[in-house]
């Protein structure tokens, strides 16, 4: 009892610090595959909401994604950590991201006490939306080669009001990253990078990108507790990121740089992996700060 006790004494202040805060969680991985996981994933998020912070959630879902396809024929292709995505491709993101994985969350959620709600970025032009294009480097003397992933969207506008008025309520946003174009065209974006422009848009005190690793490591292997931005783009430069970790850390840039106060990439194969990062002292994973 007396330890439980000391947990407690240990969160004061960070409650205190996060109420009536913003503080976006990126949902995706073996934490949303594996039962007790989904369970302690969902109390975290309904306990922050009655401590008086305001949860809002993107959610990934691109193994799902991938089974899906595999079950109807259709290979699986990805250019830099993204989903390269034609017309039939989206057409299955869309039916897998807003249609089953967001409801299943906003059960699991109510299920726990709280009162969610489902959104796709199409819903009230929450996420406006246009074409990704990557580019390739040749050298200095050649033009970049345009890589055309098809149906990949990068965020142009979040509306904020619409999750501004639900914060302010009883309902906590539960958000499948699909965003609508100027002329109503339909696309595939990066949860990582969705989450990152909504934490910016609404200056989050905090966003949380959770992964299936202990956060970013250095070339040696070693996890890297804590970095600023500029060492961040260090990283990338010397491509010591691989895969999807390089969306992670752009996001996590991206989002300080436009205003959210620091960014932490944690495991979340850790139960209550949030509550840990959050409320408790040490902290997990890797945190990306300003300076």
């Known amino acids: 009892m007396v330890e439980k006790a000391k947990i407690l004494v240990e969160a004061l202040p960070y409650i205190r610090r996060f109420y009536q805060k913003t503080v976006v969680i990126k949902y995706g991985g073996h934490a949303m595959v594996a039962d ?6 969902a109390r975290d998020i309904v306990l922050m909401k009655y401590i008086g912070i305001h949860p809002v959630v993107v959610h990934g879902g691109g193994p799902q994604i991938g089974k899906m396809l595999e079950r109807i024929g259709k290979k699986s292709d990805f250019r830099a950590g993204m989903r390269v995505t034609d017309a039939d491709t989206m057409d299955i993101v869309e039916m897998v991201l807003a ?47 345009i890589i055309d992933i098809g149906l990949v969207g990068e965020v142009h506008r979040i509306n904020t009001e619409i999750l501004r ?36 848009a609404l200056q989050a005190k905090k966003l949380l990108l959770m992964t299936d690793v202990e956060g970013v490591m250095d070339t040696n292997g070693v996890l890297i507790s ?7 783009a260090d990283l990338m430069q010397d491509e010591v990121l691989r895969g999807g970790m390089i969306p992670k850390v752009q996001c996590a840039v991206e989002a300080v740089q436009g205003g959210a106060e620091k960014v932490h ?18 902290g997990i994973g890797t945190q990306i700060v300003k300076n």
């Open 99 to 145: 249609g089953k994985i967001n409801k299943e969350i906003v059960s699991l959620i109510n299920r726990h006490g709280g009162k969610a709600i489902g959104l796709s970025g199409k819903d009230g032009q929450l996420i406006e939306a246009r074409k990704l294009h990557l580019f390739r480097y040749q050298g200095d003397d050649q033009p970049p080669e």
């Open 226 to 232: 804590s970095m600023t931005i500029a060492e961040a």
């Open 265 to 282: 990439i944690i495991d979340g194969r850790v139960p209550h992996a949030i509550l840990l990062e959050i409320f408790t002292d040490a």
């Open 36 to 41: 007790e996981l989904k369970e302690s994933f």
């Open 165 to 200: 008025t639900l914060g302010n309520s009883d309902m906590i946003p539960i958000i499948a990253p699909v965003g609508v174009g100027e002329n109503g065209e339909t696309y595939n974006i990066n949860a990582d990078l969705v989450a990152g422009r909504i934490s910016s």
